[in-house]
Nanobody
Framework: QLQAYGGGLVQAGGSLRLSCAAS????????MGWFRQAPGKEREFVAY????????YIADSVRGRFTISRDNAKSTVYLQMNSLKPEDTAVYYC???????????????WGQGTEVTVSS
């Protein structure tokens, strides 16, 4: 089970850190991904990180502003979001999978989402 939190309202240029806590003892076996969905738009890949944390991939749209990390001892994955823009406004979801993928259809386990609103 995944639970995402840390969203909120922030001004453009600001920062937020999202967290996603997982239950269970096998967290380090899973690739963790972040996706987002803006109103009226399809779900969009943001980032993923391997189980060990040694491999990560960031979407072009947020590269240089967002970073993904994980703490396996805490069974938590993070998404640090800096220099936020109004177009980053969306509901952000964390997800777990066994393979490195930027395709939401490959992820079987999803958190409930946390809303991020960036005001201009």
């Amino acid at each position: 089970q995944l639970q995402a939190y840390g969203g909120g309202l922030v001004q453009a240029g600001g920062s937020l850190r999202l967290s996603c806590a997982a239950s269970g003892r096998t967290f380090s076996r899973y690739v963790m991904g972040w996706f987002r969905q803006a109103p009226g738009k399809e779900r969009e890949f943001v980032a993923y990180i391997s189980g060990s944390g040694r491999s990560a991939y960031i979407a072009d749209s947020v590269r240089g502003r967002f970073t993904i990390s994980r703490d396996n001892a805490k069974s938590t994955v993070y998404l640090q979001m800096n220099s936020l823009k109004p177009e980053d406004t969306a509901v952000y979801y964390c997800a777990a999978d066994m393979t490195l993928s930027d395709d939401a259809q490959n992820y079987d386990n999803w958190g409930q989402g946390t809303e991020v609103t960036v005001s201009s």
